[in-house]
């Protein structure tokens, strides 16, 4: 939920109330427009103690209170549908797609300052909304993209953390040996040691999470141009925001390729708390493991083919099946080979969802990318088939839930048309991105005070006797 003193929601909700839609409204005022002369820094620090006692209130108010029943099926079905965590900085409806702090993907394109007009938004707009539940100003906006270049140093040891493994390494794998080198110069580690008060955690975590966002393209930009370009670097262009940078330093100078990594970046950093990646970097951040640490964690379950490594499995899947049939593959053939991929016991990359049960926005507002600057490439048009072709197969098959796309089934294309074509790379994108949304997170995790996570864990002999008792056959 956003966040908004009591008099100013007052004022909000008169105006909420002159809107035409309820559910308008209600979107209307959960965001509120940042005051222009703050810094993201006071922002936070004001809205801290009014979070604090919010918290404080439901807990004592309302902590009994009953949010559904755990079945054995949830217990064995990887918790599917058990509400289990708090996650400030976005919502996941599963017919709609994901709310930044109350903001579908449209109203954030509508919303958040771009650089251009008309534009994609900037990814450190979104940071600033997932942080403070507020709009920022393109004035805020632009400040914070001079921050993230200042904390942009990365010490020569983390280079050469990376160089020390195999070219042939994955590029998650020397992804996160960076991100783990990085973390010798986590603050908050330092300060622990140093016995900081529990009410001041967020300050370094504040620092480390900004810290490793801002440095973050620098070493997935050198792990590229190891294992790609022969080790040569691009260096960092100061006129550049975050998104656009990160595509330069990759070595892409195309406008379009820069409006594209700005999406990018912005689509992929947050869906919720139960996602895999997100869920693991809260998991090892309550033990007060610093955000180095807990993200480090959080890219190794990203790296998993049912989770962000699914975008490299896409391209890969689409490349195989134009190799075997030819870019005009008709409908039908395009439908045995899928059913060709299901009989050999694989999944189809980019299709199904844990908890959505529609199109991903996040692939619809690439496929309008794609629509607006590629219309004829090929390869947007064989995945603009599959959009017609797979669902209809995965609902015969009876078990899937979601048969239609995710976020994964459009990325791997739109990369490939402006030339980043190494699919083994792309989950090292996603990465970069899902800081944004896991860093908020755990800003507020901590300045939360929230506790360490422990959930009851049971056999399989319990489960059977505990079934047996309550008399279930
Ligand atoms: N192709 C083939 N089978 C599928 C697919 C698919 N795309 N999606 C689900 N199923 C199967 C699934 O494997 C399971 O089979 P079984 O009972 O034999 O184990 C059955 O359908 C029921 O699964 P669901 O309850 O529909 O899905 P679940 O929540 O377990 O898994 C995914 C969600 C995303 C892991 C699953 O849909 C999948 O494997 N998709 C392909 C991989 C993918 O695109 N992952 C990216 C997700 C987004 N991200 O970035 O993280
Ligand atoms: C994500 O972006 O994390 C994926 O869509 C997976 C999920 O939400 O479970």
């Not at 195999?166 to 110069?185: D, E, K, N, R, Y």
């Not at 490594?309 to 030819?326: P, R």
């Not at 048009?381 to 017609?388: A, G």
């Not at 797979?390 to 015969?396: I, K, Y």
Request: hydrophobic share 40%; with cysteine.
């Amino acid at each position: 939920m956003a966040f908004f003193t009591r008099s100013l929601s007052r004022s909000i909700c008169r105006r909420a109330q002159q809107k035409s839609s309820p559910l308008t409204s209600l979107r209307w005022i959960q965001t509120q427009t940042s005051s222009e002369t703050e810094d993201l820094h006071s922002q936070l620090k004001e809205l801290i103690p009014e979070q604090q006692d919010r918290l404080k209130k439901l807990k004592s108010e309302h902590g009994k209170v009953q949010l559904g029943t755990i079945t054995v099926d949830m217990v064995l079905g990887g918790m599917r549908g058990m509400t289990g965590l708090l996650w400030e900085t976005s919502l996941l409806d599963p017919e709609e797609g994901i709310r930044f702090r109350g903001l579908s993907i449209p109203e954030c394109q509508k919303l958040l300052p771009a650089a251009r007009p008309g534009g994609e938004p900037l990814p450190e707009g979104l940071l600033w909304l997932l942080l403070t539940g507020k709009v920022p100003s393109k004035g805020q906006v632009d400040a914070l993209s001079n921050e993230l270049r200042a904390r942009a140093t990365v010490p020569d040891y983390v280079y050469k953390a990376i160089d020390a493994l195999p070219i042939t390494a994955h590029p998650m794998t020397q992804f996160a040996s960076g991100v783990m080198a990085l973390q010798v110069q986590s603050e908050f580690q330092q300060a622990y040691e140093k016995g900081i008060a529990k009410s001041k955690y967020w300050e370094p975590t504040y620092e480390d999470s900004l810290n490793l966002i801002a440095r973050l393209p620098l070493v997935a930009a050198y792990v590229y141009r190891r294992i790609y370009k022969g080790g040569q670097s691009v260096p960092v262009d100061d006129s550049l925001d975050y998104g656009a940078n990160f595509a330069q330093m990759l070595g892409f100078d195309d406008p379009v390729m820069h409006e594209l990594m700005r999406l990018y970046v912005t689509i992929h950093s947050d869906h919720e708390g139960g996602n895999v990646s997100a869920h693991t970097g809260h998991l090892v951040a309550s033990a007060l493991s610093d955000p180095y640490l807990s993200f480090a964690a959080a890219l190794n379950g990203l790296a998993g083919p049912l989770h962000g490594l699914a975008n490299q499995e896409v391209l890969l899947w689409i490349k195989s099946v134009v190799d075997e049939c030819g870019e005009n593959i008709t409908k039908e053939q395009l439908k045995d080979y899928v059913w060709k991929t299901l009989n050999s016991g694989k999944v189809v990359p980019g299709f199904g969802h844990g908890v959505l049960r529609k199109t991903d926005p996040r692939y619809t507002c690439q496929r309008e990318f794609a629509l607006k600057h590629l219309p004829n490439d090929p390869l947007f048009q064989l995945v603009s088939k599959l959009y017609e072709v797979v669902p209809p197969v995965l609902t015969q098959l009876g078990k899937v839930k979601n048969p239609w796309p995710n976020v994964d089934a459009h990325s791997g294309v739109l990369l490939n048309y402006f030339g980043l074509t190494e699919a083994r790379y792309y989950t090292v994108l996603f990465g970069v991105s899902r800081s944004i949304g896991i860093c908020s997170q755990l800003i507020w995790d901590r300045a939360l005070g929230l506790p360490l996570e422990r959930p009851k864990s049971v056999t399989m002999d319990w489960l059977e006797n505990h079934c047996k008792k309550a008399g279930s056959s």
